[in-house]
């Protein structure tokens, strides 16, 4: 198991504990349900917040932030960033965002993320959910210069499983 993935169930036990249900994004995320690594250079949340997104304010954009800040700081992180509400530990990047943006982002509805009960209560994207998220994303310039075209990569795969017609399985290996 990887050690994002590691991380992602201890920060969200405690997100649990303070009522808050996280959604598993990113590279983690898509590791989770393809069973296939990508790399990840850091571990994305996203949480309720305002649906503008980027768009809202720094402080305004995340919900219950407070709440977030002070458990992240017990944990042991240290916010590196406002703006991208990232929080670093040693070599662990964990950024939060706001989850309510996704489908005025991507088209992909919240109430119809798949939800998981393992020994955490969780949301992931579904692998089809993903591929919209990354076309989505695949347009933003900026993100394609940050990540070498990873994006094109992940859409590349995931339009192969639909071609091939394989699922995913969610059970724990």
């Given at each position: 198991?990887?050690?994002?993935?590691?991380?992602?169930l201890?920060?969200c036990?405690?997100?649990?504990?303070?009522?808050?249900i996280?959604?598993?994004?990113g590279?983690?995320?898509?590791?989770?349900?393809?069973?296939?690594?990508w790399?990840?250079?850091?571990?994305?949340?996203?949480?309720?917040?305002?649906?503008?997104?980027w768009?809202?304010p720094?402080?305004q954009?995340?919900?219950?932030?407070?709440k977030?800040?002070?458990?992240?700081?017990?944990?042991?992180?240290?916010?590196i960033?406002?703006?991208?509400?990232?929080?670093?530990?040693?070599?662990?990047?964990?950024?939060?965002?706001?989850?309510?943006s996704?489908?005025?982002f991507a088209?992909?509805?919240?109430?119809?993320?798949?939800?998981?009960?393992?020994?955490?209560?969780?949301?992931?994207?579904s692998?089809?959910?993903?591929?919209?998220?990354?076309?989505?994303?695949?347009?933003?310039s900026?993100?394609?210069?940050?990540?070498?075209g990873?994006d094109f990569?992940?859409?590349?795969?995931?339009?192969?499983?639909d071609?091939?017609?394989?699922?995913i399985?969610y059970?724990?290996?």
């Open positions: 198991m990887d050690k994002y993935y590691r991380e992602f201890i920060i036990a405690e997100l649990n504990k303070i009522g808050i996280p959604t598993l994004m590279s983690v995320g898509l590791e989770y349900i393809t069973r296939r690594s790399q990840p250079t850091d571990l994305d949340i996203h949480v309720k917040g305002d649906p503008r997104g768009e809202a720094d402080d954009r995340i919900y219950d932030w407070e977030i800040y002070s458990m992240m700081q017990k944990l042991g992180y240290e916010l960033d406002r703006h991208e509400h990232e929080f670093k530990k040693e070599d662990l990047h964990v950024e939060f965002g706001s989850i309510s996704l489908y005025d088209g992909v509805e919240e109430d119809e993320l798949t939800h998981i009960k393992e020994e955490v209560e969780f949301l992931v994207p692998k089809e959910q993903y591929l919209n998220i990354y076309k989505a994303s695949a347009q933003d900026y993100r394609n210069d940050q990540n070498n990873k990569l992940k859409i590349k795969y995931l339009e192969e499983l071609s091939e017609g394989r699922e399985n059970d724990k290996d």
